[in-house]
């Protein structure tokens, strides 16, 4: 892999993690990379670095272009380990003049590195830098997705260095958008909006007004993951509007486990009851679904409907994993039912309806419980509470 000049003397001089698969608990099944860029100016500037075990493949494509002592600003637009893994070791072979970074960048560096003595210079959104011919805005976006992250904006090229924001999870030999097949580029940045950013969907709403206010012209998204937006940086932006507003599709998430496979007759025929009304439904079992794809798919949904058999007075543990994975990136306006069969006791059931009322989804009706194996009559009763749900969807 070589480095790619993304605008002139702009680099992409990242790494490219074909091996990875677990990104703490989303499955990044088909890899990712780590971008970082490289700005060659009257003085030069490196912009975030990457993951600790991609040191060898960043240092080989920063030589290719520079001998590093010769650069002069290192800019860390987030510290979390993928972007900041290598920033000791490279510290050590720049000794640059400044490290940019914003107020929380500093106190979240020296909580990373314990490094006082590093020659930090903090900034905040509309100071900028001049390069020479480019000048670098910044702009903070705290808790996008951590409190220290900040775009960078280089406006001569109208160029946003986006930091996480607009990144997709994807190990490509390609770096931009118009190389890819489209659908699945956006599969992915759906994929990483849902499982990164969604619980900060209304700061993202105040950004995207902020960006507009801020009057930047941008042509160019380069992302700390995946592919650069070189052609359809507005269809990005435009998507992340529509997802940050969580306004749902007539889609359900039918989400379950399943012991002795009465749970899952009972899925089927609440499946065929939501389908009379023509509603998108997607049958999701854990044991067969991760729980990023999941999630990934109640982006869009107005319904969810949990299902688990009763075990040791609760659920089974692929819903208990579900439900704090959800829970911790907060949907907003869905609407919920549950289902579940049962040997003696059968908790689960309300289990899942507390579960749902905590996390503030409307459940639109009790639920339905069958001992052991559902009759012809209970799998009647899954199919109405089907098209209860899919009635409820669809009148929305
Ligand atoms: Fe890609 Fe928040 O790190």
Same mark, same amino acid.
């Given at each position: 892999?070589?480095?790619?000049?993304?605008?002139?003397?702009?680099?992409?001089?990242?790494?490219?993690?074909?091996?990875?698969?677990?990104?703490?608990?989303?499955?990044?099944?088909?890899?990712?990379?780590?971008?970082?860029?490289?700005?060659?100016?009257?003085?030069?500037?490196?912009?975030?670095?990457?993951?600790?075990?991609?040191?060898?493949?960043?240092?080989?494509?920063?030589?290719?272009?520079?001998?590093?002592?010769?650069?002069?600003?290192?800019?860390?637009?987030?510290?979390?380990?993928?972007?900041?893994?290598?920033?000791?070791?490279?510290?050590?072979?720049?000794?640059?003049?400044?490290?940019?970074?914003?107020?929380?960048?500093?106190?979240?560096?020296?909580?990373?590195f314990h490094r006082e003595d590093w020659p930090y210079e903090v900034v905040k959104t509309g100071q900028s830098i001049n390069l020479g011919k480019k000048t670098v805005e910044f702009i903070e976006?705290?808790?996008?997705?951590?409190?220290?992250?900040?775009?960078?904006?280089?406006?001569?090229?109208?160029?946003?260095?986006?930091?996480?924001?607009?990144?997709?999870?994807?190990?490509?030999?390609?770096?931009?958008?118009?190389?890819?097949? $489209?659908?699945?580029?956006?599969?992915?940045?759906?994929?990483?909006?849902?499982?990164?950013?969604?619980?900060?969907?209304?700061?993202?709403?105040?950004?995207?007004?902020?960006?507009?206010?801020?009057?930047?012209?941008?042509?160019?998204?380069?992302?700390?993951? $995946?592919?650069?937006?070189?052609?359809?940086?507005?269809?990005?932006i435009a998507a992340y509007d529509k997802w940050s507003k969580q306004e749902p599709l007539d889609k359900a998430v039918i989400i379950y486990d399943t012991m002795w496979h009465s749970t899952e007759?009972?899925?089927?025929?609440?499946?065929?009851?939501?389908?009379?009304?023509?509603?998108?439904?997607?049958?999701?079992?854990?044991?067969?679904?991760?729980?990023?794809?999941?999630?990934?798919?109640?982006?869009?949904?107005?319904?969810?409907?949990?299902?688990?058999?009763?075990?040791?007075?609760?659920?089974?543990?692929?819903?208990?994993?579900?439900?704090?994975?959800?829970?911790?990136?907060?949907?907003?306006?869905?609407?919920g039912a549950a289902f579940g069969s049962f040997g003696w006791s059968g908790e689960a059931v309300g289990v899942l309806n507390k579960a749902m009322e905590d996390m503030k989804i409307e459940v639109?009706?009790?639920?339905?419980?069958?001992?052991?194996?559902?009759?012809?009559?209970?799998?009647?009763?899954?199919?109405?509470?089907?098209?209860?749900?899919?009635?409820?969807?669809?009148?929305?």
């Amino acid at each position: 892999m070589e480095t790619t000049e993304i605008k002139e003397n702009v680099h992409w001089i990242g790494a490219v993690d074909w091996n990875v698969r677990d990104f703490h608990g989303y499955s990044v099944w088909k890899g990712t990379t780590y971008n970082a860029y490289l700005v060659m100016d009257e003085k030069v500037a490196l912009f975030d670095t990457v993951k600790k075990t991609s040191m060898a493949e960043f240092r080989k494509h920063l030589s290719q272009l520079i001998d590093p002592p010769k650069i002069d600003y290192i800019i860390v637009n987030h510290v979390e380990m993928d972007h900041s893994g290598c920033l000791p070791e490279i510290m050590e072979l720049v000794k640059p003049e400044k490290l940019i970074c914003s107020l929380m960048g500093k106190k979240a560096l020296l909580d990373h590195f314990h490094r006082e003595d590093w020659p930090y210079e903090v900034v905040k959104t509309g100071q900028s830098i001049n390069l020479g011919k480019k000048t670098v805005e910044f702009i903070e976006t705290r808790m996008l997705h951590w409190p220290d992250s900040m775009f960078s904006y280089i406006k001569e090229d109208g160029l946003l260095i986006s930091s996480d924001a607009f990144g997709q999870h994807w190990a490509t030999s390609q770096r931009f958008d118009d190389e890819v097949d $489209g659908p699945e580029l956006m599969a992915h940045a759906a994929k990483y909006y849902a499982n990164i950013l969604l619980l900060y969907s209304p700061l993202v709403q105040k950004l995207l007004t902020k960006v507009q206010e801020l009057g930047l012209e941008i042509n160019m998204i380069a992302p700390d993951h $995946g592919l650069i937006w070189r052609t359809s940086p507005d269809k990005i932006i435009a998507a992340y509007d529509k997802w940050s507003k969580q306004e749902p599709l007539d889609k359900a998430v039918i989400i379950y486990d399943t012991m002795w496979h009465s749970t899952e007759q009972m899925a089927r025929a609440i499946y065929d009851g939501l389908l009379i009304h023509g509603v998108n439904v997607k049958l999701m079992n854990l044991r067969v679904n991760h729980r990023s794809d999941v999630m990934t798919e109640l982006l869009d949904a107005k319904a969810v409907i949990f299902g688990s058999p009763t075990l040791n007075n609760g659920i089974l543990p692929r819903l208990a994993d579900i439900l704090a994975y959800i829970k911790g990136l907060k949907p907003k306006n869905k609407i919920g039912a549950a289902f579940g069969s049962f040997g003696w006791s059968g908790e689960a059931v309300g289990v899942l309806n507390k579960a749902m009322e905590d996390m503030k989804i409307e459940v639109i009706d009790p639920g339905v419980k069958v001992k052991n194996v559902p009759t012809e009559d209970q799998l009647k009763e899954c199919y109405a509470l089907g098209s209860k749900i899919g009635q409820a969807i669809t009148s929305a």
